[in-house]
């Protein structure tokens, strides 16, 4: 299966919100409410944001949000800070064959 | 401290073998599945293997099935990952992930960098 679709940037302006899309298709994010969003720093390891669609680990900040609509998954960050500009990748759960999809990631500029 | 430490990396040859280990602390190893995920040099995440807590449910990726195999100590609290008939496509940084409930990696290692050589 191919990995999931994600636009290669987005911007945006401290205070501003900005959504990632991902999508995908009826066998993985259409089909399992299973989407979970990573964020990676260069040179770090990647830190989950996002799990189960829009559940927000202890810890990770409420400008985080998750949805999903049909094949299409959204990561929302309100209120752009400085230290949010990183590399966002989505994930799908996409049945026992494939298991787990990742998304070509996203680099988030804040300008 | 919840921690995931791998090692094992380095050059390799194409056709060549390592094994990547991931040692964990902090939190009970035994009760856990866990994942090893790659990334290639600039390009995005890769998954590659799951174990359950007990080793009894596996699975891997096409792209490396037949070629690498998952294991687990967890007396040792060690995560395996035996890398076999290495192409220069499994270059790449490789991470172990630990996986609390389906979907969610929440732990991940610092990861460690394999090398294929052709």
């Known amino acids: 299966q191919s990995a999931l679709t994600q636009p290669a940037s987005v911007s945006g302006s401290p205070g501003q919100s900005i959504t990632i899309s991902c999508t995908g298709t009826?066998?993985?994010?259409?089909?399992?409410?299973?989407v979970s969003w990573y964020q990676q720093h260069p040179g770090k390891a990647p830190k989950v944001m996002i799990y189960?669609?829009?559940k927000r680990p202890s810890g990770v900040s409420d400008r985080f949000s998750g949805s999903k609509s049909g094949n299409t998954a959204s990561l929302t960050i309100s209120g752009l800070q400085a230290e949010d500009e990183a590399d966002y990748y989505c994930?799908?759960?996409?049945?026992?064959?494939?298991?787990?999809?990742f998304g070509g990631g996203t680099k988030l500029t804040v300008l | 401290e919840v921690q995931l430490v791998e090692s094992g990396g380095g050059l390799a040859q194409a056709g060549g073998s390592l094994r990547l280990s991931c040692a964990a602390s902090?939190?009970?190893?035994?009760?856990?599945?866990m994942n090893w995920v790659r990334q290639a040099p600039g390009k995005g995440l890769e998954w590659v293997s799951y174990?359950?807590?007990?080793?009894?449910?596996?699975y891997y990726a096409d792209s490396v099935k037949g070629r690498f195999t998952i294991s687990r100590d967890n007396a040792k609290n060690l995560l395996y990952l035996q890398v076999s008939s290495l192409r220069a496509d499994d270059t790449a940084v490789y991470y172990c992930?630990?996986?609390?409930?389906?979907?969610?990696?929440?732990?991940w290692g610092q990861g460690t960098l394999v090398t294929v050589s052709s």
């Open positions: 174990i359950s807590s007990s080793s009894s449910t596996i």
């Open positions: 992930a630990r996986e609390p409930r389906l979907g969610l990696f929440d732990c």
């Open positions: 994930c799908s759960y996409a049945g026992t064959s494939t298991n787990w999809l």
């Open positions: 009826s066998s993985d994010v259409g089909s399992y409410s299973l």
């Open positions: 902090g939190f009970t190893f035994s009760s856990y599945s």
């Open positions: 189960e669609g829009s």
